[in-house]
């Protein structure tokens, strides 16, 4: 399953397990639901209100619906190149520009704060997949290029020099 740190080599940068291929596909019928979880999210920098997370497994690609009242927004993340993407209105996938990890409360922000949710279980993955990366590390960005693919990842203060 691809991983947000994955894509940063160990020491150099860790990565995001972000999206690839990231053209419209009907889901096949081998997915799996990863889990469930009840949280929080917030859209367009707005207050957090409550929302559920889906998490679906399938080959490659690893999709997290959330849903938030009556609006769905759903993040794909794929291996083989990894890219990251979202589904916009139209229902078809356009890459993401950037997405942010917050390990200290545990809160995950997609094309700056269009979409943030709070998911514990993805970044304890993350944790439990790198323990060494990401010891002591707080702030993890990762912007990615008109392609979808990772162009700069950086870590804690390290962000505040590529602003």
């Not at 997915?31 to 997370?53: F, H």
């Not at 970044?123 to 707080?138: A, K, V």
Request: glycine fraction near 8%.
């Amino acid at each position: 399953m691809p991983r947000f740190l994955s894509l940063l080599a160990p020491g150099v940068c860790l990565a995001l397990g972000l999206g690839a291929a990231l053209s419209a596909t009907p889901a096949r019928a081998q997915s799996e639901t990863l889990y469930t979880l009840e949280t929080t999210c917030a859209l367009d920098g707005g207050a957090a209100q409550p929302c559920m997370v889906e998490a679906m497994e399938d080959e490659d690609v690893t999709t997290y619906r959330h849903t938030i009242g009556e609006r769905t927004e759903t993040i794909r993340i794929s291996e083989k190149p990894v890219r990251m993407g979202r589904q916009d209105g139209d229902d078809t996938w356009v890459f993401l520009s950037s997405a942010a990890v917050r390990f200290s409360t545990n809160t995950v922000c997609f094309n700056g704060t269009d979409l943030c949710v709070v998911n514990p279980n993805y970044l304890n993955s993350i944790r439990e997949e790198n323990p060494e990366g990401t010891q002591g590390r707080d702030l993890l960005r990762v912007l990615f290029g008109d392609d979808g693919r990772v162009v700069l990842a950086c870590f804690d203060e390290g962000c505040e020099e590529v602003e």
